[in-house]
């Protein structure tokens, strides 16, 4: 787990997983499961939490940081007339 100090000292070099490793940490203090709420780049550890296998029930983001175009995964189309 990364080191945490008053000053906002991390211990480098930064790494997203070791972010994943403090929130996994956060979640079992807090009971086990938790919803993750994250701005800009915490919005992204908050979808890697999720994704990586915690129990985050739900994530959510405001502003994440993603460049580009999303490839649609679905063939679904909506049925409106």
Known sequence: MAEIVASGVF??????????EDIAALIQIAGGAAYAYGMSSGGV???EAARSGLPVKKPAMYEPPFVGAVKATSTRHSSRG
Do not use: I, K, S
Not at 11 to 20: L, S
């Open 45 to 47: 550890l908050a979808l």
């Open 11 to 20: 211990t480098p070099p930064y790494a997203v997983g070791r972010e994943v």
